[in-house]
């Protein structure tokens, strides 16, 4: 069963962030926000433990620095806003018989015999996050996943996400831009500025 | 059958060619003519010494001599991997994991082959020991440096990637799997190419030698396929060593791809 634990960050710095605390309760969505350069995705690397930082991230009992690195970014997820493929298949990417509908997103089962080759950015993002839930992570960290979608892609995938994030009671942390989107989806919403964590 | 001599006024002859090659090489404006000769004057004076330090090996014969050589030998193939590495781990590791490879899988392979297979008395015999190392450490330093190369400079323009992968939970040895796959294959190539070429579109050069000094074709031919055999095997495992610790070091004890840990060298 999806587990329905919290995401704690304590005392966490990285780079010019230092001593954010936050949690995050299970089935919520804390939104990010920033000017670019303000730190948002190291923040999100620190949470996935790929780089070198300080501070400690529990999800549960789930300690990040006691479980070996695959197991934790397994389980705590990070989607980038880049996403890079390595096989010639969209289904290479997906774990072997996963059983997510993708119709939501806008895709049929035929995708998965696509070419990745011929996937639009739009497409593969989607693809991306994707591929991620299909894997059944605890924690989703999500960096500005509808910044290369149309106005239409990104309310069907705000709306799938908030969905699939309740029922399967997954904390969040979803770094946005757009003022609106944040209004839609976060239950809270932290600006970073001046190296901390602030709530707008 | 004797050897005919030669003499150092023959040998002029034929560095009046390369000079000659030189000259064209200079007159084409490839940039290469100061090069030619430089190397051509290296070729001389490092054969010339290696040479009387053999002679002298020859004569004494004992087993430290030879080790202190072979030594010496593996430490200049280390320093040669590093310099063949465009992006190289940092902190001494280059140098330590080219070097400790070939350790392992030249020595080896030699020593087996001396005591088990040529059998010399004692094993340790110079004239046996010396040049089959020279021959092994030649290829395995090929071998592992192209390995190697291959290696960071395929973990540095896929870094993204990896880090991708990483990020989808899996293991810092899924994620760079194919990497490593493609630099384990790159480092064997050649020599397995080498094998598979010997004979026909080329005569190797230790295998001509031997002939040259009057030795049975038959007899030469045996030696030849003996040191085949074993620069494949040393190349071959020196390489998967070097790829495999390499792979290694370039993650932290927390599975996180450690790019920083590479400098590039221009």
Same mark, same amino acid.
Not at chain 1, 167 to 181: F, G, K, M, S, Y
Not at chain 2, 62 to 73: F, G, P, R
Not at chain 2, 197 to 205: D, I, K, Q, T
């Given at each position: 069963m999806p587990a329905k634990t919290p995401l704690r960050l304590h005392n966490l710095g990285i780079g010019s962030l230092h001593g954010v605390d936050l949690t995050v309760a299970p089935g919520e969505i804390v939104c990010l926000s920033g000017a670019s350069g303000s730190g948002k995705s190291r923040l999100l690397r620190a949470v996935a433990d790929l780089e070198p930082h300080d501070g400690e991230v529990t999800l549960g009992d789930l300690v990040q620095g006691r479980v070996p690195g695959h197991r934790w970014r397994a389980a705590v997820m990070l989607v980038p806003a880049e996403s890079q493929w390595w096989a010639e298949t969209v289904v290479a990417h997906f774990p072997p018989e996963h059983r997510l509908d993708l119709t939501p997103i806008g895709f049929d089962d035929a995708v998965m015999g696509w070419s990745v080759s011929r996937l639009s950015s739009g497409e593969k993002q989607r693809l991306a996050l994707a591929r991620a839930v299909a894997r059944q992570p605890e924690a989703l960290l999500l960096d500005e996943p509808t910044a290369n979608l149309d106005a239409d892609s990104i309310r069907r995938v705000e709306t799938w996400l908030q969905e699939l994030i309740r029922? =399967? =009671? %997954?904390?969040? %942390?979803?770094? +946005? #831009?757009? $003022?609106? $989107?944040?209004? =839609?989806?976060? =239950?809270?919403h932290f600006r970073l500025r001046n190296g901390t964590l602030e709530q707008a | 059958m004797d050897v005919i001599e030669l003499s150092w006024w023959e040998l002029g002859l034929a560095s009046l060619l390369v000079v000659a090659l030189a000259a064209v090489a200079h007159l084409a404006r490839l940039g290469l003519g100061k090069d030619i000769l430089i190397a051509a004057a290296r070729t001389v004076l490092q054969l010339a010494l290696i040479g009387l330090v053999l002679e002298a090996l020859f004569s004494v014969g004992? /087993? #430290?001599? !030879?080790? /202190? &050589? +072979? %030594? +010496? &030998?593996l430490l200049i193939a280390g320093r040669e991997v590093m310099a063949r590495q465009k992006r190289r781990l940092s902190g001494g590791w280059a140098f330590g994991i080219g070097t400790v490879s070939m350790f392992l899988s030249s020595f080896t392979v030699t020593v087996l082959t001396l005591t088990v297979i040529i059998g010399p008395d004692p094993w340790f015999t110079p004239q046996y020991a010396i040049p089959l190392l020279g021959m092994m450490l030649g290829n395995t330093m090929t071998g592992v440096a192209l390995g190697l190369d291959r290696l960071t400079d395929g973990v540095w323009r896929q870094r993204q990637l990896i880090e991708n992968r990483l990020m989808l939970g899996e293991s810092w040895s899924q994620a760079i799997a194919d990497i490593r796959r493609d630099a384990m294959r790159s480092g064997m190539i050649p020599i397995i190419n080498a094998m598979a +070429?010997?004979? !026909?579109?080329? %005569?190797?050069?230790m295998m001509t030698g031997q002939i040259l000094a009057g030795s049975p074709p038959a007899l030469a031919v045996k030696y030849q396929i003996l040191v085949m055999f074993t620069i494949t095997v040393g190349t071959g495992f020196g390489t998967v060593a070097a790829v495999m610790a390499g792979s290694r070091r370039l993650f932290d004890e927390r599975e996180r791809l450690r790019t920083d840990r590479l400098h590039t060298v221009s």
């Open positions: 029922e =399967r =009671r %997954l904390p969040v %942390l979803w770094v +946005a #831009h757009d $003022q609106a $989107q944040i209004e =839609r989806v976060g =239950r809270r | 004992s /087993l #430290h001599w !030879v080790a /202190l &050589m +072979a %030594l +010496a &030998m +070429a010997a004979g !026909v579109v080329s %005569l190797p050069g």
